[in-house]
């Protein structure tokens, strides 16, 4: 299709020439094209014009590799195709707006965006959830206001392990949501002697907690039942938890916490304690 910004040039008759330099032949319909007679056979063969231009009402437009005849009706190319003609007093150079491009972009759009609403909330439902830290119970691993990413995914597949820090709903009032550290699994032995805790009589790591946060209850010893788990803040000194509301069942823990990503400066993967 032509460029809807053109127009269709009118040809003037060249002057005559002889037949030894080349002759121009016209019809009503066709654009004057170039030939040469041979003297010898007598037949007619056209020239291509790389680089000559031909004008129209004062403006040159390229011929290129010969010139092409004319269409013999308005808006209709000698290969049968429309031509875009463009209404009564629009210039030719004057952009055209087309309301059908426009409406299949935003068609587009909006399938891309709905497509990302979709898959954002699979993730946030089934996979990963951005979760928000308020208070400081589980200083100082995390603080206050601390952006997070909780697996979802982590305990459909498995189970929560000693010393993971989890996300869990509130077993006095589950539609609040807490952050603690598990510290006893199902069938554990549990008890705390001066803020020291032991599992199974061996003592849990305490080093990453400071002595200002350490408290110094004893307490137990504390059975786990099959199906719940004990949890606790690492700010032992300012923090509800286990010791307080008793065990956790297992359809309560939401999720793992993975990632600290807010800070940026204090972002962190958790890993499992060794």
Do not use: C
């Given at each position: 299709?032509?460029?809807?910004?053109?127009?269709?040039?009118?040809?003037?008759?060249?002057?005559?020439?002889?037949?030894?330099?080349?002759?121009?032949?016209?019809?009503?319909?066709?654009?004057?094209?170039?030939?040469?007679?041979?003297?010898?056979?007598?037949?007619?063969?056209?020239?291509?014009?790389?680089?000559?231009?031909?004008?129209?009402?004062?403006?040159?437009?390229?011929?290129?590799?010969?010139?092409?005849?004319?269409?013999?009706?308005?808006?209709?190319?000698?290969?049968?195709?429309s031509a875009l003609v463009l209404p009564a007093?629009?210039?030719?150079?004057?952009?055209?707006?087309?309301?059908?491009?426009?409406?299949?972009?935003?068609?587009?759009?909006?399938?891309?965006?709905?497509?990302?609403?979709?898959?954002?909330?699979?993730?946030?439902?089934?996979?990963?959830?951005?979760?928000?830290?308020?208070?400081?119970?589980?200083?100082?691993?995390?603080?206050?206001?601390?952006?997070?990413?909780?697996?979802?995914?982590?305990?459909?597949?498995?189970?929560?392990?000693?010393?993971?820090?989890?996300?869990?709903?509130?077993?006095?009032?589950?539609?609040?949501?807490?952050?603690?550290?598990?510290?006893?699994?199902?069938?554990?032995?549990?008890?705390?002697?001066?803020?020291?805790?032991?599992?199974?009589?061996?003592?849990?790591?305490?080093?990453?907690?400071?002595?200002?946060?350490?408290?110094?209850?004893?307490?137990?010893?504390?059975?786990?039942?099959?199906?719940?788990?004990?949890?606790?803040?690492?700010?032992?000194?300012?923090?509800?938890?286990?010791?307080?509301?008793?065990?956790?069942?297992?359809?309560?823990?939401?999720?793992?916490?993975?990632?600290?990503?807010?800070?940026?400066?204090?972002?962190?993967?958790?890993?499992?304690?060794?």
């Amino acid at each position: 299709m032509d460029d809807p910004n053109s127009s269709h040039p009118t040809l003037g008759t060249p002057p005559a020439s002889s037949a030894a330099d080349g002759a121009w032949t016209s019809s009503p319909t066709d654009v004057p094209m170039p030939v040469a007679a041979t003297a010898e056979s007598g037949e007619i063969h056209t020239h291509a014009f790389a680089e000559d231009h031909v004008h129209t009402g004062g403006e040159s437009a390229p011929v290129g590799f010969g010139v092409a005849a004319l269409p013999s009706e308005p808006g209709l190319h000698q290969d049968g195709e429309s031509a875009l003609v463009l209404p009564a007093g629009v210039p030719v150079d004057q952009p055209v707006f087309h309301w059908g491009r426009v409406a299949e972009e935003l068609v587009a759009w909006f399938k891309t965006l709905a497509s990302a609403a979709v898959y954002a909330t699979l993730i946030v439902t089934f996979g990963f959830q951005v979760a928000r830290v308020e208070g400081q119970s589980m200083a100082p691993t995390l603080e206050d206001q601390d952006r997070l990413i909780v697996n979802k995914l982590a305990y459909q597949i498995g189970d929560p392990q000693i010393g993971d820090i989890v996300m869990l709903y509130y077993p006095v009032d589950p539609s609040k949501s807490f952050v603690k550290r598990v510290v006893g699994e199902p069938n554990d032995t549990l008890r705390s002697v001066d803020g020291r805790v032991y599992r199974n009589d061996v003592p849990l790591p305490d080093d990453f907690i400071p002595e200002e946060f350490r408290s110094h209850d004893t307490w137990g010893p504390r059975v786990v039942p099959e199906g719940y788990y004990f949890v606790m803040g690492d700010h032992r000194n300012n923090s509800s938890d286990s010791r307080s509301w008793d065990f956790v069942p297992k359809k309560y823990i939401i999720g793992k916490v993975q990632i600290r990503w807010w800070p940026v400066n204090h972002a962190h993967l958790f890993e499992a304690w060794k």
